[in-house]
């Protein structure tokens, strides 16, 4: 779940034989479009040269090891995220956002023993979302329709014994 999805594009390697492998993890749909005129106002502007498709949000990147750098883990890892706000303390907890920067993160540390499928989440809280109409039935429903039927049931009972 991402607020403000940027697209992100490869440029081409600096070097002669520097081949980075480039893998896209999240994709817009196919009916995106990156706007590119993103002067302040009150929409943004479309344009006819916008690009449209699906474009990579979030990319992994790995390329071998460095020339002049030793590593023990013998290569070099990246992940690069068009939004900035994703993992933050707000968005953390929303879809699976907490699970991804898990494996994220165990894969940037070549920990691939880590890398199980997705683990069940226990359920912390419920949401019941109701409209206003809903809600107002459900409120006469518990404040007369419920005190109601007692005092009904207690009416009842009171004619019977009578009898």
Do not use: C
């Not at 302040?40 to 006819?48: A, D, L, M, T």
């Not at 790995?62 to 002049?68: I, R, V, Y």
Request: glycine content about 10%; proline content about 7%.
């Amino acid at each position: 779940q991402m607020v403000l999805p940027r697209s992100i594009s490869s440029a081409a390697a600096t070097r002669a034989g520097e081949v980075a492998q480039i893998e896209p993890l999240a994709l817009a749909s196919d009916e995106a479009r990156v706007i590119s005129d993103i002067r302040p106002g009150p929409v943004p502007r479309e344009s006819p040269t916008d690009p449209i498709g699906s474009v990579p949000l979030i990319v992994a990147v790995e390329q071998g090891s460095l020339p002049g750098v030793t590593a023990e883990r013998g290569s070099t890892r990246l992940v690069v995220a068009g939004d900035s706000a994703f993992l933050g303390n707000e968005m953390i907890a929303g879809l699976a956002n907490r699970d991804f920067a898990a494996h994220v993160v165990n894969w940037l540390l070549a920990r691939n023993e880590l890398l199980g499928t997705l683990g069940p989440r226990p359920i912390r809280e419920y949401k019941l979302l109701m409209t206003a109409g809903q809600l107002q039935t459900v409120r006469w429903i518990l404040l007369a329709g419920l005190p109601g039927a007692v005092l009904l049931l207690g009416a009842l009972v009171t004619f019977r014994r009578r009898k």
